[in-house]
């Protein structure tokens, strides 16, 4: 069984370009979250999404940040106008269920020059 | 303050030796509590999750300790592929987010 998968696993743009990260969560979940981890920090929560729904972003800066999980592919993380501070290691998870673990994707590290 | 606060080492211990973290949340409402780890680079992976109860899984043992808002994770007999950090994680589950709250860690290096 393939577990989450996300890409690209690195990323560079330049401020004010806009990232775009993927994350295709395991076969059969249906909840993906996003996490955002700073350098020398700890994984802090972005948003919590069913598909085509968004039940918990709390944690999304409410600026140039938005997330979708649509009928069908991948959930889309996308970061628009990226500035320096935004370069960290962003990574997904999926569970099947609400209350269920969750399992991470290896990351995309996002670095902003 | 930081919702779930852990010491962040570095804990330098030698193979065989016995260490604990402990960790504490500010939460009471929390009702889920996990150890994740976390190699130098790559994803958390789910060490176990931690019961009132307390419960072992082979060399590694959680304890939680509702009242004073306290966990802890005890590793036996270390080994250098114990050398990682190890996340402490709440959620609240029931109040209809999901979301897991990571403390910063706690560095292990095991030498030999």
């Known amino acids: 069984n393939a577990g989450v998968m996300q890409n690209p696993r690195h990323l560079v743009r330049r401020r004010g370009q806009e990232a775009r990260l993927r994350c295709s969560p395991v076969k059969g979940h249906s909840h993906v979250y996003w996490y955002r981890q700073l350098p020398e920090e700890g994984l802090k929560f972005m948003v919590y999404?069913?598909?085509?729904?968004?039940?918990?972003e709390s944690g999304m800066p409410k600026e140039r940040f938005s997330a979708e999980f649509p009928k069908e592919g991948p959930s889309i993380l996308r970061i628009q106008q990226v500035v320096r501070g935004d370069s960290a290691a962003y990574f997904c998870a999926s569970s099947p269920g609400q209350g269920e673990t969750q399992y991470f994707g290896p990351g995309t590290r996002l670095l902003v020059l | 303050r930081k919702e779930v606060e852990q010491d962040p080492g570095p804990f330098n211990v030698p193979e065989g030796a016995t260490v604990a973290f402990n960790c504490t949340y500010s939460n009471s409402a929390s009702q889920s509590f996990f150890w994740y780890r976390q190699d130098c680079r790559k994803e958390p992976k789910l060490l176990m999750s931690?019961?009132?109860s307390g419960n072992e899984d082979g060399r590694f043992t959680a304890q939680l300790n509702r009242a004073s808002q306290y966990i802890s994770l005890l590793i036996r007999d270390s080994k250098l592929s114990d050398s990682a950090t190890y996340l402490c994680?709440?959620?609240?589950?029931?109040?209809?987010?999901?979301?897991?709250?990571f403390g910063t860690g706690t560095r292990l290096q095991v030498f030999p």
């Open positions: 994680v709440v959620s609240r589950p029931l109040d209809n987010t999901d979301k897991l709250i």
């Open positions: 999404l069913q598909k085509e729904n968004i039940i918990d």
């Open positions: 931690v019961y009132s």
